[in-house]
């Protein structure tokens, strides 16, 4: 005598839909993320240029009568030569380099120092590397009348 087994069909479907989570948790894990997260390929001379330049914020530039805050306000760099930017706070309290326009650099992120560091406190430093050309406006977000510019060029050769 020979039995044969039912199989129902409830159980198939729980096989296959544990295939199935499977195989989307092993594309999520090892095709998209990766994808997502890769970093664009940036020369070298972009990300560790000759020089940098440096951005005072001036003691008692949260004071909104003050004209001068970040010192330049407007600074112009070039790709490869000096677009690694660092903001210095003589102040005597915290302060943020906030972007205007959610601006996000495409190997760096977001140019945000609360993203970061949070606000830069009094003898800190934020660092930030423009790897691609623009126009950036910034401003100190506990302090809105704080304003700068970063414009990125390309090097001149």
């Known amino acids: 005598m ?8 409830f159980s198939i479907g729980v096989i296959a839909f544990v295939i199935g989570i499977g195989i989307s948790i092993g594309y999520f ?11 664009p390929i940036i020369a070298p001379e972009i990300l560790e240029p000759k020089t940098t330049t440096e951005i005072r914020i001036i003691a008692g530039a949260a004071n909104p009568q003050q004209q001068d805050n970040f010192i330049p306000k407007l600074v112009e760099v070039e790709l490869s030569v000096n677009n690694k930017v660092i903001w210095i706070n003589e102040d005597i309290i915290g302060h943020s380099v906030t972007t205007d326009s959610d601006a996000i650099d495409k190997y ?8 970061t560091i949070g606000l830069v406190q009094p003898g800190q430093t934020f660092e930030f590397l423009f790897t691609q050309e623009g126009e950036f406006l910034y401003h ?9 510019k970063v414009k990125v060029l390309k090097q001149k050769f």
């Open 108 to 115: 760096t992120g977001r140019f945000d120092s609360l993203d």
């Open 29 to 39: 894990q090892f095709v998209y993320l990766p994808t997502i997260n890769a970093k």
């Open 2 to 9: 020979t039995s044969t087994q039912q199989h129902s069909p």
């Open 140 to 148: 100190c977000e506990p302090h809105p009348w704080m304003t700068g």
